[in-house]
């Protein structure tokens, strides 16, 4: 019973919040276009919130997301300013997203640091490689092959579905296709099933004879493609680089990841759940942002939104 | 009508004088103005255009590099709703972008300071590269210093302006005095901005090095900034943006286009003031 | 029949050995006893022989054929499996993805887990347990304590492919009702005439006189003697241990019980408990017991102020029982919870914290570490606890010297409620004979106790009065004199005499 | 012997960077004016880090204490504009960071929400509570009571010990204060030793008579007071308050306190080496910024020597 109202509370406070704005706002709120809208403007954060969940299944953090979000897309920048073509810039960055992520995972997992201390050195290091490389400046204009930055306008038409003149994005197929694979990562395979056996209880995995120390290696470095594919996202939707564009990811997509741990049965994270977060984070900046409420009070609004999810589903929890 | 201001640096002082100077002209007018602050975030600042045009503004005013933010623009452009720049820069998707020159401002403060320590001596500089109007004037400031052969540059520091700039900028000069301890060993400081101007006149001042005729420049004249010019210390000249009068001028470019009238100029410039210590309290 | 023998088996920690040059034959249909006093060395050996902890030297043959054993994995290939000392449950996952922990999942197109066959090999596993009555969906931090054991046990069962040869269990029975002990007992049967080698852990020397073929004691990481079960008694086994003469019995009651009520519970009922009706007296032990999770342990609680009093009346000393911990230790109650790591124990924080933990107030305001560590040295020699002094972490020292650490956190200062939740679980022989007289001398001095455990003899051994839950209710209040442990267990069933 | 070597490791470092600084900056490193000018830069990150700490042995954190010194400031600017009496302004501000470091405490101890949850909450609602209450403005100029800004710059003269012309800063001695109280408070009271039992195993504790929700909401409500005091010495230094001037403490404060968790026998963290991790991270930024070393470069060399630092602990902490 309140295990349901547990794990209901949130996605009850979620779809309150969704007829609240569709009451408010019943011209433009429940349209296909904005709803469309709001899936584009959220691929980024839902990119790297479900690449992180991979790693908070095991209890483990990453900070350093958002300044390897920044990084990767400042490779992918300096690389089309000096002329290599697109794919050479892909690659590299989603390289650096990986090499970055398993330099991670070494600290975390074979060095043994705390995620949280190891993480935070390296969003420093990052972002200070992303600062040294672009020379701080914002890369932009010409430098931004149209093909690249296109890719960020363009979508799927839906004409053939009766939605005239709106097209699904690019940008959210993509993060489709990343939540896709992580769900189906996490919830079957037994890679991912180790994953969450390494954060229930990570001595029991040893002594099973998981490889833990190489298991925690390689969700850390999926978690650090998953934000250099975030990165690049970042990139082609703003049509530039610079070196503290993805700074705003890391906080978000743990405020995600965490909305939708309120959402599951053992309090775990799970990917759909995440997703879940970051709609209700995303959908708030949009209507509260319709309905044209002050930045600072939708600010207030947000954090008090968050905390009081969390509130009942913990309160519940509690009395359970 | 309605109006849409969507900025990520309402944090900025600059910023936000001109938004207070938009939003001035439109109660005259009788506008319904949203400010949108997205706090640094510029892929933010491109969703709470494309909210705008959901929400179907008359108009939208963009603090922001309209390159960054193409995405917006072109949703804004389908939906025939017009788009202003107050400081944004200048983009075929911007009607009119409104802005003081950023170049002849930072020439002027960099002439000031090289003229002031008569083309000789060591200059500290404090840029923000990852900002582009801000990283512009640090380019023409290269220039001017780079043109003076006695004049050496001997940090270029980019200050953590997280904290709002004045606290690390200071924490970095104590360090470079304290590397320089020679009184005339720094002959002046070049700030790109303000803020790191006022944390270098701090930690001269509490050097007790305040004597030694070290000349600080800043840009933009904030009010903090005019009084440490009004005390005639080294803080000596700044550069005053008319703010109010960019977002005032930028109200009227929204009116003109709401009314239908075709904007000939893509870019309108308007006036800034030298500030010293003769006109600081101005 | 295989023939496993161990060779050289060598650990220091830091400079200390814990098992010196240790050598053993397992041999295919036979259950091999490992006995020794608590920090003797078992768990150790035990570990290395998992791959979990690296040896200084050991040398492991299979019919001659060497044996790498570096990381679990090896000792998986090698065919040998274990259920260790500290319950390894995965609490957030189902019992199903527990049973099958370590192994490849099924997979249907090579791809996706195949959940159907997961769930049918982890059923099968605990059928050969009897325990089919355990759905494998329910997610393994649910089930109660004894459930999770038979499901770790069935971890160890499941085979995949090669057929195991070596199965090892370490103290198995510690959190077993005397029932469950019994299906393992016949399963361990069954291993034996597959022609499996055992290796059995326990501190309970009847249960290893009645199942094991031959017993190896060690003393202080060293081998100390083998042979047959048949040639040899409890008072050898013991003496071999201990290095002195023992017994494995219960000092008996030197003084009368007080005629003092000193808690008085009438038609007290709970949100788990119900229909409770009993004096407490000075000095008295009373015993709860029952099937597995029939109530015990809120019986403790309900002492301690973490259970709360719903309908009824109860009060200790005149006044209500207490509502929280906090002040429940205030008013003298001492409490030793049931799962010494998740509840009681500070694993990396030093011995003396940990003792001095609920007696801090005591010391004043300002901390006072010379007499904490003058009184935590005083409980550990009181208590015999085997360490390197006061300042040693509690989580180096071996299962049961934990155990007795939380004793000895009990016991401190004067307690005017003692309350035991299986208190001696991994306890070994002479250290409980200890505790019991440190029990004893304080219910001589009027401190009445509360005792719930497994172990029948224990209760019947130490207790004046006995409590029998059934499903929470108060079932049997029955005098102990005279009460044989088949008596006992079939109160558990029978129904309440009006 | 490892035992050792992994406390002293991160000492060592810490005096090897001492040393290197000394050996390339013979003439400006070790000045006292200089080192007199590093205790008092370091000043506000000291009282943050060091009252982090009393969460922290609890292995809690708190994310919101950079966003409530922001908070702190701007109320005790904003009333000072009003023109209230000094006192009235830090006597509010002081009362906001324990009241709002109440409100973490409630959250995480008596709802039961996880600390990085709660106070990444928190940190939205108390940053937008500044941004709102100061309207986004910087308070500066004749609005800051120049008795307020002039404790900052004031200092008690060292010229009887023969420093001629340097002063003690009294943000440096007011940061001593803090830091001393706090070390009493949490080695050599009773206190102190329950918050570390906590962090040991928080369900023993309970278990074991401690009251947990109580101890854990007066440790949140110390870090929040500290977390004020140190606002109200930022706003005092920069002559000014802006409602993001704080926010680069947190993960600062936090970097500390595991650098010096990395010194300590069982890795719990303890106040002194907190300091040392403080005067560690101050002491890199002055000494590269005086040797000139590019500001980018720098960002990444503190990052990879705190990592450094971090993972020598570690490994010789497993080899042990
Ligand atoms: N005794 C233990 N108790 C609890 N956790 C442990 C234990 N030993 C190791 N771990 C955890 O598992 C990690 C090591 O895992 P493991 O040794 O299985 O790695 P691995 O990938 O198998 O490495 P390798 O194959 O190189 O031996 C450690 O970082 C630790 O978190
Ligand atoms: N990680 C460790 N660090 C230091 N010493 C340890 C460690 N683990 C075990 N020891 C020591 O090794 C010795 C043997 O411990 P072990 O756990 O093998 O004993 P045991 O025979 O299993 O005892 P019990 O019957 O209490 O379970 C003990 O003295 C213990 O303190
Ligand atoms: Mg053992
Ligand atoms: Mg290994």
Redesign the interface.
């Known amino acids: 019973m309140t295990k349901t109202l547990r794990q209901s509370g949130t996605l009850a406070g979620f779809v309150a919040i969704i007829v609240f704005f569709a009451w408010n706002l019943p011209e433009t709120f429940l349209t296909p276009r904005n709803l469309i809208n709001i899936t584009q403007q959220l691929s980024m954060l839902a990119v790297v919130a479900a690449t992180m969940t991979i790693v908070m299944v095991m209890n483990d953090f990453d900070l350093s997301v958002g300044s390897m979000a920044s990084l990767s897309g400042i490779v992918a920048a300096m690389l089309f300013a000096a002329d290599y073509p697109i794919w050479v810039g892909l690659l590299a960055a989603v390289g650096v997203g990986l090499l970055g992520g398993l330099f991670n995972g070494v600290l975390v997992s074979l060095i043994g640091i705390l995620p949280f201390v190891a993480t935070l050195g390296t969003l420093t290091v990052f972002s200070g490689a992303a600062f040294l490389i672009s020379d701080g400046r914002t890369i932009f204009g010409r430098d931004i092959p149209s093909a690249f930055s296109g890719f960020a306008r363009g979508g799927v038409p839906l004409d053939a579905i009766g939605l005239e003149g709106i097209s699904l994005p690019f940008l959210t197929l993509t993060a489709a296709c990343v939540i896709a694979i992580c769900w189906f990562t996490l919830e079957h395979t037994t890679f991912g099933r180790r994953l969450y056996a390494i954060g229930g209880n990570a001595e029991a995995a040893h002594l099973a004879g998981l490889k833990v120390k190489r298991l925690r290696l390689i969700a850390f470095g999926l978690t650090g493609l998953g934000a250099a594919i975030a990165g690049l996202m970042f990139a082609a939707r703003v049509a530039s680089a610079n070196p503290t564009q993805g700074s705003g990811l890391m906080l978000d997509a743990i405020a995600a990841v965490f909305l939708g741990m309120t959402m599951s049965r053992r309090g775990e994270p799970r990917v759909l759940y995440t997703l879940v977060g970051v709609l209700m984070l995303g959908i708030l900046d949009n209507g509260l942002t319709q309905m044209q409420v002050d930045s600072y009070v939708r600010e207030i609004l947000v954090g008090l939104i968050v905390i009081s999810a969390v509130a009942v589903a913990s309160l519940s929890k509690a009395r359970r | 009508q309605n109006v849409a201001v969507i900025t990520p640096y ?2 900025q ?1 600059g910023t ?1 004088a001109y938004v207070e100077g938009f939003e001035a002209s439109a109660a005259e007018r009788g506008w ?1 103005v ?11 600042a ?3 255009i ?3 045009v ?3 503004v008359d108009a939208i005013v963009i603090n922001v ?1 309209p ?5 917006g623009l ?1 949703a804004a452009a389908d939906a025939g709703i017009p788009v202003v720049g107050m400081d944004a820069g200048s983009d075929p998707l911007v009607a009119v972008n409104v802005t003081s020159n950023g170049y002849a401002m930072a020439a002027e403060t960099s002439v000031y300071l090289a003229n002031r320590i008569d083309g000789e001596g060591a200059v500290v500089m404090f840029v ?5 109007p801000v ?1 512009l004037r640090g380019v023409v400031a290269d220039a001017v210093f780079g043109n003076f052969p006695d004049i050496e540059v ?2 270029r ?4 302006v ?3 700039g ?3 900028s ?3 000069m ?3 005095l ?4 020679e009184p005339g060993s720094i002959a002046g400081v070049w700030a790109a901005w303000d803020q790191p101007a ?2 270098a006149l ?1 930690a001269i001042e ?3 090095r305040a004597d030694e005729g070290i000349v600080i420049t800043g840009i933009d004249a ?3 900034a005019r ?1 440490a010019i009004a005390m005639g210390g080294n803080f000596e000249a700044s550069i005053a943006q008319d703010f109010t009068g960019i977002g005032a001028a930028a109200a009227q470019v929204v009116e003109g286009l709401l009314a239908g009238e075709d904007q000939r100029e893509s870019v309108i410039f308007v006036p800034t003031q030298f500030v010293t210590v003769a006109n600081a309290t101005e | 029949m295989s023939l496993i023998s161990l060779e050289h088996l060598s650990k220091s920690y830091a400079g200390v050995p814990a098992l010196s040059d240790v050598s053993l034959a397992l041999r295919g249909g036979r259950v091999h006893a490992l006995m020794g006093e608590n920090g003797a060395g078992k768990s150790t050996l035990i570990k290395l022989l998992a791959g979990v902890v690296r040896a200084d030297r050991m040398q492991v043959t299979r019919d001659g054929v060497p044996v790498p054993l570096t990381h679990a994995q090896h000792a998986h290939a090698a065919g040998f499996r274990f259920i260790h000392q500290e319950l390894n449950i995965v609490p957030q996952i189902s019992v199903a993805e527990n049973i099958l922990l370590g192994q490849r999942l099924p997979r249907r197109f090579g791809l996706a887990v195949d959940w159907r066959a997961v769930r049918a090999a982890a059923s099968e596993a605990l059928a050969t347990l009897g325990a089919d009555h355990i759905d494998v969906r329910t997610l393994a931090g649910d089930l109660p304590a004894g459930e999770k054991m038979l499901t770790k046990i069935a971890a160890a069962l499941v085979s995949d492919g090669a057929a195991p040869s070596l199965y090892v269990l370490d103290e198995p029975t510690a959190a077993l009702t005397g029932a469950e002990s019994e299906m393992l007992f016949d399963v361990i049967a069954r291993l034996k005439a597959r022609g499996a080698a055992v290796l059995y852990v326990s501190h309970r020397l009847d249960e290893v006189l009645r199942i094991c073929d031959d017993v190896t004691v060690l003393r202080d990481g060293r081998h100390v003697s083998t042979g047959p079960v048949a040639q040899t008694s409890k008072a050898q086994i013991i003496h071999d241990m201990t290095g002195r003469e023992g017994t494995d019995t219960y000092p008996a009651r030197a003084t009368a019980i007080g005629d003092k009520v000193v808690a008085r519970v009438r038609n007290v009922g709970t949100k788990r408990l119900a229909g409770l009706n009993f004096d407490l007296r000075e000095g008295e032990i009373l015993g709860v017991t029952g099937l597995s999770e029939a109530g015990q342990s809120q019986f403790l609680q309900l002492f301690l102020g973490q259970e709360r009093v719903v309908t009824g009346k109860a009060t200790f000393h005149g006044a209500p029982l207490q509502c929280s911990p906090a002040r429940a230790w205030d008013a003298g109650v001492a409490y030793i919870p049931r799962e010494r790591r998740a509840e009681a124990l500070m694993l990396d924080r030093s011995i003396r914290d940990n003792i001095v933990l609920p007696h801090l107030r005591d010391y004043g305001a300002l901390a006072n570490k010379r007499a904490e560590t003058r009184d935590a040295r005083d409980m550990s020699s009181k208590t015999r606890l085997k360490c390197d002094g006061p300042d040693q972490p509690v989580g180096q020292l071996s299962g049961g010297n934990q155990q007795k650490v939380v004793f000895a956190r009990a016991l401190h200062g004067t307690p005017k409620l003692l309350l035991l939740d299986e208190p001696t679980r991994g306890v070994d022989v002479g250290a409980k004979y200890d505790i019991y007289s440190l029990v004893r001398a304080l219910s001589a001095k009027g401190c009445p106790v509360i005792l719930t455990s497994s172990d029948l003899p224990e209760v019947l051994g130490m207790c004046d009065r006995i409590l029998v839950l059934q499903g929470g209710r108060q079932a049997h209040l029955l005098q102990a004199e005279g009460l044989h442990s088949s008596d006992l267990l079939s109160f558990f069933y029978t129904p309440e005499v009006a």
């Open positions: 309402l944090a002082p936000q319904d949203n400010v949108v602050d997205t706090a640094g975030d510029v892929a933010a491109i969703a709470r494309e909210d705008a959901v929400q179907g590099d390159a960054q933010v193409t995405a072109l923000f590269d990852a900002f582009p990283q001997l940090d520091v980019t200050p953590d997280s904290d709002g004045i606290a690390d200071r924490a970095r104590e360090a470079i304290a590397a320089n301890p006022l944390g701090q509490d050097a007790g904030n009010p903090q009084d």
